[in-house]
C-alpha cells in the first residue's frame, strides 16, 4: 500500500498480515511497529479486509516476509562484508531478524523514516529490539532530485562492497520511467555479484476479482485510488540492463517451499504476487 502525506492505518495491515503469521513470516518484531494506540482498530481493519477482499493476506505477506529474509540471509553467509539498502523500508524488521551485524540502509518517505526512527529508538530503549547499524534517508523516489542523492549515499554507503538491495511493495506504484531510473542507478553503483530482489504484479492483474475487490476496498475506506499501476512481465524482468535474473518464483511456490501448504492454490481467491533476484555482472 502506498503511504503520500501521512501514515494512515493501511500501513500497519502489513504488519498485521506478518503478525497473524508469525511462524512462517518469522517476524517476531512485526507488531511493535503498529502504533499502539491503533492496535485494535487494525485488528478490526484486517478482519474487515479479510471478509471484503481475500482471507490470506496473513498468509501471502508472510511468505513475501520469509522469502526476502531468505534471500538476505544466503547472501550474507556467501559475502560477510556485505551492505543492505532497503528502498521504500515501510515497517520491515529485516535488520533486526538477521544475527549479523552488517551495515543496513533504509529508504521511505520522510513522514515514515521519522516514525520508524522514533519507535526504534522506543523499543530499544525498552530492550524490545537488538541494536543494529542502520542508516535511514528520507526520500520520494519520483523526485529526480531525490533519486540523485540518495544515488550518491548509496554509493557512499556501499563503498566498493558486495549489497543486497531489496525493493518490497513498491514495483507496481512506481511509474515506469522512475523504476528504469531507480535500476539504471543502482547498476551504476553496485559491484558485480550483488543482488537485486523486488515483488511485482503481471500484466493482467488489474481484471482478477482479488485486485478488483482491492481497488473497491481501499476507494470506499480510505478514497485511495491509483489507476495506473506499474505491471512487468517476464521479458522485462530479463532485460534489466547489467542484470542476470537467477531467481523467478511466486508466493504459490513458495508457500509450499516454505510451510508445504496450499492455501494459496486457487489462483481465483489470491492476489498473485510474484518475486524476482538479480545479480549484477
Known amino acids: 500500500m502506498a503511504i503520500k502525506k501521512h501514515i494512515s492505518d493501511t500501513a500497519f495491515l502489513v504488519n498485521e498480515s506478518r503478525l497473524r503469521k ?3 513470516s518469522l517476524d517476531k518484531y512485526a507488531e511493535y ?5 491503533r492496535r485494535e482498530r487494525i485488528r478490526s481493519l484486517w478482519d474487515n479486509f479479510s471478509q471484503k477482499v481475500y482471507p490470506y493476506d496473513d498468509i501471502e505477506l508472510g511468505v513475501r516476509n520469509r522469502f526476502f529474509l ?6 550474507i553467509k556467501a559475502k560477510r562484508d556485505l551492505a543492505f539498502i532497503n528502498i521504500a523500508a515501510g515497517f520491515t ?10 551495515d543496513c540502509m533504509e529508504i521511505d518517505y520522510p513522514h515514515v523514516i521519522s516514525f520508524k526512527k522514533q519507535r526504534i529508538n522506543e523499543l ?13 534517508v528520507s526520500a520520494d523516489l519520483c523526485n529526480p532530485e531525490d533519486l540523485r542523492v540518495i544515488a550518491h ?6 563503498s566498493q562492497r558486495a549489497s543486497f538491495c531489496l525493493m518490497e511493495g513498491i514495483t507496481y506504484y512506481l511509474p515506469k520511467d522512475k523504476l528504469d ?49 506499474n505491471l512487468l512481465g517476464d521479458d522485462f524482468i530479463k532485460s534489466i540492463e547489467g542484470y542476470k535474473l537467477i531467481e523467478s518464483t511466486d508466493v504459490v511456490e513458495q508457500e509450499w517451499k516454505i510451510n508445504q501448504s496450499n492455501f494459496l492454490k486457487n489462483h481465483d481467491d489470491i492476489l498473485l504476487e510474484n518475486y524476482a533476484v538479480l545479480v549484477r555482472i
Not at 530499544?124 to 535511514?136: A, C, D, G, V
Open 124 to 136: 530499544i530503549s525498552n530492550e524490545l529490539l537488538p541494536k543494529r547499524k542502520i542508516t535511514q
Open 33 to 37: 511497529w503498529i502504533d499502539p494506540r
Open 93 to 102: 524488521s529485516y535488520p533486526f531478524l538477521i544475527e549479523d551485524l552488517i
Open 70 to 75: 531468505g534471500q538476505l540471509q544466503k547472501i
Open 153 to 158: 549515499k548509496i554509493k557512499s554507503f556501499i
Open 181 to 229: 531510473a531507480v535500476f539504471d542507478a543502482l547498476y551504476k553503483i553496485q559491484t558485480n555479484g550483488s543482488i537485486i530482489a523486488f515483488d511485482f504484479w503481471k500484466p493482467g492483474i488489474q481484471e482478477h476479482p482479488v485486485f478488483i475487490r482491492l481497488q473497491k476496498f481501499f476507494s470506499d475506506r480510505f478514497n485511495f485510488n491509483v489507476k495506473n499501476y
Open 22 to 24: 508469525i511462524e512462517i
